[in-house]
Nanobody, 116 residues
Framework: QVQFVESGGGLVQPGGSLRLSCAASGIPFSIIPMGWYRQAPGKQRELVADIQVGGITNYADSVKGRFTISRENAKKTVYLQINSLKPEDTAVYYC??????????WGQGTQVTVSS
């Protein structure tokens, strides 16, 4: 079945960086737009970045200039490079289809915690 496995999260100080990975299986990855979502405590899950089949990217205003989404189709993997981390970036980060996620495809996500 379809599966997304996120990894790369961790505890980082403000200003630090992380590189998240999302390994996909069970889908024709190379022809599907993908995105990274995050859900902070007490908040709704939000789309923070997406990448189209041709490589065009979009970012939420809150992360623009700090986050970079990329994909490697041969490895069926989506990456999220996160720089200049802020405490408000603390959340569980997920990958899914974008801009409309498939509810049945949510994985466990990877925790990003930004704290001094």
């Amino acid at each position: 079945q379809v599966q997304f496995v996120e990894s790369g999260g961790g505890l980082v100080q403000p200003g630090g960086s992380l590189r998240l990975s999302c390994a996909a299986s069970g889908i024709p990855f190379s022809i599907i737009p993908m995105g990274w979502y995050r859900q902070a405590p007490g908040k709704q899950r939000e789309l923070v970045a997406d990448i189209q089949v041709g490589g065009i990217t979009n970012y939420a205003d809150s992360v623009k200039g700090r986050f970079t989404i990329s994909r490697e189709n041969a490895k069926k993997t989506v990456y999220l490079q996160i720089n200049s981390l802020k405490p408000e970036d603390t959340a569980v980060y997920y990958c899914n289809l974008a801009p409309i996620a498939r509810p049945e495809y949510w994985g466990q996500g990877t925790q990003v915690t930004v704290s001094s």
